[in-house]
């Protein structure tokens, strides 16, 4: 996606997005700026998962950045066509956060928006070192951005990348330490009353019901969106 993304705004044509079951994937696209697409996927996902991981602080933070992942697995579905695996999996993870939201008026979603900005870093990070410090490898984004620059090779290019995804991680969790000072008492009773759940009436005591028909076509409209 992040790669799908630098191409979009570098003017690039979207063909497909698929992942595959060896820990990697492929965006294939034309156009584009390549010495920006290149390094999409891994400083992309850094920075994706630096804001998770400060969203991962916050509930309602939590709440709005699965809205926005489920803007990205939209996207992704329909650059995925008739890839199997892409759809397995991201209709699988859709059906977590809808069932993490239900849970404890969507407090479960922290630990699980927190567990995927933390996952998209730690991955990144290995990924890097796997692909272009300990091993070359002919066919990397790394390997493809060097011979498109020519300044520096692959392992060095990998250095920076790697500094640069530790950066957004490191950030990722001051920004929350900093931004989210609320206690979890604190947090619950905000939840209940940002995007509760669908229906419930202790979420908004006392409300009227023109109000719970809104929370609950909001919540039917985030569960065909996901």
């Given at each position: 996606?992040?790669?799908?993304?630098?191409?979009?705004?570098?003017?690039?044509?979207?063909?497909?997005?698929?992942?595959?079951?060896?820990?990697?994937?492929?965006?294939?696209?034309?156009?584009?700026?390549?010495?920006?697409?290149?390094?999409?996927?891994?400083?992309?996902?850094?920075?994706?998962?630096?804001?998770?991981?400060?969203?991962?602080?916050?509930?309602?933070?939590?709440?709005?950045?699965?809205?926005?992942?489920?803007?990205?697995?939209?996207?992704?579905?329909?650059?995925a066509r008739k890839?199997?695996?892409?759809?397995?999996?991201?209709?699988?993870?859709?059906?977590?956060?809808?069932?993490?939201?239900?849970?404890?008026?969507?407090?479960?979603?922290?630990?699980?928006?927190?567990?995927?900005?933390?996952m998209s870093d730690?991955?990144?990070?290995?990924?890097?070192?796997?692909?272009?410090?300990?091993?070359?490898?002919?066919?990397?984004?790394?390997?493809?951005?060097?011979?498109?620059?020519?300044?520096?090779?692959?392992?060095?290019?990998?250095?920076?990348?790697?500094?640069?995804?530790?950066?957004?991680?490191?950030?990722?969790?001051l920004v929350g330490?900093?931004?989210?000072?609320?206690?979890?008492?604190?947090?619950?009773?905000?939840?209940?009353?940002?995007?509760?759940?669908?229906?419930?009436?202790?979420?908004?005591?006392?409300?009227?019901?023109?109000?719970?028909?809104?929370?609950?076509?909001?919540?039917?409209?985030?569960?065909?969106?996901?």
């Amino acid at each position: 996606m992040s790669h799908a993304i630098a191409g979009i705004l570098t003017c690039a044509t979207i063909h497909s997005v698929e992942l595959d079951p060896d820990e990697g994937g492929e965006t294939r696209m034309s156009g584009g700026i390549p010495w920006i697409t290149l390094p999409a996927g891994y400083l992309g996902s850094s920075f994706i998962g630096a804001c998770l991981i400060a969203c991962g602080f916050d509930t309602n933070a939590s709440k709005i950045a699965c809205l926005i992942l489920a803007g990205f697995f939209l996207f992704t579905l329909w650059w995925a066509r008739k890839n199997l695996l892409t759809w397995a999996l991201i209709l699988g993870m859709s059906g977590l956060i809808v069932l993490f939201w239900f849970v404890a008026e969507g407090v479960a979603l922290r630990y699980l928006i927190l567990f995927i900005g933390v996952m998209s870093d730690l991955y990144v990070l290995w990924d890097v070192i796997d692909d272009t410090i300990t091993r070359k490898v002919n066919n990397s984004d790394a390997s493809a951005f060097a011979r498109i620059c020519g300044c520096f090779p692959s392992q060095v290019w990998g250095v920076i990348w790697l500094l640069v995804a530790f950066i957004f991680f490191a950030a990722g969790i001051l920004v929350g330490l900093v931004a989210f000072k609320e206690s979890a008492a604190e947090q619950k009773e905000d939840a209940e009353h940002f995007l509760p759940v669908p229906g419930s009436n202790s979420a908004i005591p006392g409300a009227s019901a023109p109000t719970l028909l809104l929370v609950t076509v909001t919540g039917l409209l985030w569960n065909l969106l996901v």
